[in-house]
């Protein structure tokens, strides 16, 4: 027999802390009418026949309006400590409330659930899916939306393409190596902040390596530049085979290019690889005196 | 939508642009109806490069008539998603109207199933109406479905885009006027469209917007519009291109300003027909922000870096068309 002292939940962390932390964030910044409303629409929410989700999800923004939420550095804390990694930092109000609005939703049944919310994806435009894919990280049953999260990255609309690679926990919990690898490849190709991909060294692979190598000689050869966080993803397969690739960046006529090989190559076991690192005294100092790091390239490349 | 025979002396090349250029620097414009998905990003860049800054894209018949529920909600979908994401990319607002047209509301049985879909689109962000509907062939059906979305329309608090019939057209516009009221809309939310001479003076009298289409041999020819203008001055008219898939011009409402201007239209008159009567008459939808039209534009930079799109990886916004080299 089960214990009656354990609850079980069918989500990944503390949901009702988190939909608190929410609703705190939304009563200081929602005028009370507005607040009202959705109080009306999550207590229709979940009566059969009801079309409450899909009027309120749509109607959000004519209601809450689109302001950015203010956020404090203890608001956002608690945020992240409830659930990891997870962030509303520029988020608009409107794309807040839907995501409140989806954690309202019964999860009796697993498979109502699921069907539910994958409605929205088919009609959704864009504000939407930014909505619906930052509350990827928060929906119950976690493994239920790896299907739509690996869709999502085929996506050609930069918000929406963001919302999944940046600052989202759930693909590198979630996604086997085919989509994982595909996500990182798409957030090159359209040059989104590599740095606020979540897990991106932890889901670092050889196959992701080996086609990054391939990418940068296309790039190579059609005299484009090549990415520099490109190195970041290698770094840890440099091999005899691609080690050429990575000293063509060393000497590239980009300053963050040869940053960043530099830096791939003090991560590097392989010993010709730390050999071509201490060619250039220069970088290597700057190494290993933490004056050169992954995170401070990031933000200059970033104009921070 | 028309159906021109094209032969050699069509395909010459008209009055080149730097004619007119001169009559319309500095002036803003809104289309409030132009069919973009029909559209390349030639005619995007010719459009912003002409003043265009905000645009409306009525949902329509799309050439031929559609067989499912899916294509229909596909299209919904792209107005409110793709198309509007893909305008941004050009620094142009880009709203749209949500209805069934008129001659798809005759397969009755799929109609139905339009119906049912239309409200999760008509409440959307940027759905500034219901339209374009209203009568083709005037049969009954169109009629059922017209009066349908009427109420749909007076439910949501939107304005509605009345698609007026080519065939008996002055008789169609009446009957849709008549209707309309009698269904207790206020004739300041009603957009009546592709008026002509024969049309307007109704139109305004029974105190409705209305709107002309300028779309070469089958509706309104610009230079008719600015005697229209000259003699109904510019209260509640508005122009817009109506530009699709049939030959037609993206730069119709810029044009037709540029030939007002030329003509003798004061500044302000012209700013009303190809600006704000629009904008004014759309924006009792409440998702018009005219702050917006200048906020897509830092938007598009900031995405450009961000990296999108109909920007592949690295490309410029913008191709140098006089240049040979593709790079």
């Known amino acids: ?304 | 939508m028309c159906c021109h025979t094209i032969d050699e002396e069509s395909l010459q090349r008209g009055e080149k642009w730097p004619l007119y250029k001169e009559q319309i620097a500095g002036m803003q414009f809104f289309d409030p109806h132009v069919h973009m998905t029909s559209r390349t990003t030639d005619d995007y860049q010719a459009m912003a490069d002409a003043g265009v800054v905000a645009l409306i894209e009525p949902a329509f018949w799309l050439g031929q008539p559609r067989t499912g529920l899916d294509t229909f909600r596909d299209y919904y979908s792209s107005l409110i998603g793709w198309e509007r994401f893909r305008a941004s990319q050009f620094g142009i607002k880009h709203y749209c109207t949500i209805g069934l047209n008129s001659r798809e509301a005759n397969n009755e049985a799929l109609a139905e199933q339009v119906m049912e879909i239309l409200p999760l689109f008509v409440y959307k962000e940027g759905v500034v109406g219901v339209g374009e509907i209203g009568f083709d062939d005037q049969t009954a059906a169109e009629e059922k479905y017209y009066r349908l979305q009427l109420e749909l329309a007076k439910e949501a608090g939107l304005p509605v885009q009345i698609h007026t019939p080519h065939r008996d057209k002055k008789k169609g516009t009446t009957r849709s006027m008549d209707i309309a009221l009698e269904h207790g809309l206020d004739p300041r939310m009603v957009i009546v469209d592709h008026n002509n001479e024969e049309t307007v003076k109704e139109v305004l009298d029974r105190g409705f917007w209305a709107a002309f289409t300028i779309y070469p041999f089958t509706k309104m020819g610009n230079e008719r519009m600015v005697d229209v203008v000259k003699q109904y001055g510019p209260e509640r008219i508005m122009v817009n291109s109506a530009a699709d898939w049939g030959i037609s011009d993206p730069l119709a409402v810029p044009k037709t300003a540029a030939l007002m201007k030329e003509r003798g239209i004061s500044v302000e008159d012209i700013r009303l027909v190809t600006y704000q009567n629009a904008v004014t008459a759309f924006a009792q939808s409440g998702q018009i922000e005219e702050s917006d039209f200048s906020s897509v534009k830092s938007i598009d930079q900031s995405q450009k870096f961000a990296g999108n799109t109909v920007l592949r990886g690295g490309q410029a916004p913008r191709v140098d068309k006089d240049s040979v080299f593709i790079r």
């Not at chain 1, 609005?101 to 539910?116: F, G, I, M, P």
């Not at chain 1, 359209?190 to 992701?208: M, P, V, W």
């Not at chain 1, 190579?220 to 397969?237: D, G, I, S």
């Not at chain 1, 005899?240 to 690739?245: F, G, I, P, Q, Y």
Request: charged share 20%.
């Open chain 1, 1 to 304: 027999m089960p214990s009656d002292h354990i609850i079980i939940t069918p989500y990944s962390y503390d949901q009702a802390e988190m939909v608190q932390q929410m609703k705190a964030l939304m009563q200081q910044q929602l005028m009370p009418n507005a607040w009202q409303w959705l109080q009306e629409k999550a207590a229709q929410l979940n009566i059969q026949g009801s079309n409450a989700l899909a009027v309120a999800f749509a109607a959000m923004p004519r209601k809450v309006g689109k302001a950015i939420v203010d956020i404090s550095a203890e608001s956002a804390a608690a945020f992240a400590a409830i659930r990891p990694h997870f962030t509303i930092n520029q988020w608009s109000i409107d794309r807040l409330c839907r995501v409140w609005l989806l954690l309202q939703l019964n999860t009796d049944d697993e498979a109502v659930y699921v069907r539910r919310i994958e409605t929205l994806f088919p009609a959704a435009e864009m504000n939407e899916l930014v909505a619906l894919y930052s509350a990827l990280p928060l929906l119950a049953y976690p493994e239920a939306w790896r299907g739509r999260c690996a869709e999502g990255i085929r996506s050609n609309i930069g918000p929406v393409l963001e919302a999944i690679i940046c600052n989202n926990p759930y693909p590198s919990e979630q996604l086997p190596d085919g989509a994982w690898n595909q996500l990182v490849l798409k957030a090159f190709f359209t040059e989104k902040r590599i740095d606020q991909i979540i897990g991106l060294d932890r889901r670092a692979n050889e196959s992701l390596a080996n086609t990054l190598i391939d990418f940068a000689r296309e790039r190579r050869a059609a005299a484009r530049e090549v990415p520099p966080m490109l190195w970041r993803c290698v770094a840890l397969f440099i091999n005899a085979e691609n080690l050429r690739d990575v000293e063509g960046a060393l000497y590239s006529t980009e300053t963050s290019e040869r940053a960043a090989a530099a830096l791939a190559l003090s991560q590097s076991s392989l010993p010709e690889a730390k050999a071509l690192l201490q060619k250039n005294s220069e970088l290597s100092t700057e190494i290993h005196s933490g004056a050169l790091s992954w995170k401070g390239l990031a933000a200059r490349m970033a104009g921070e």
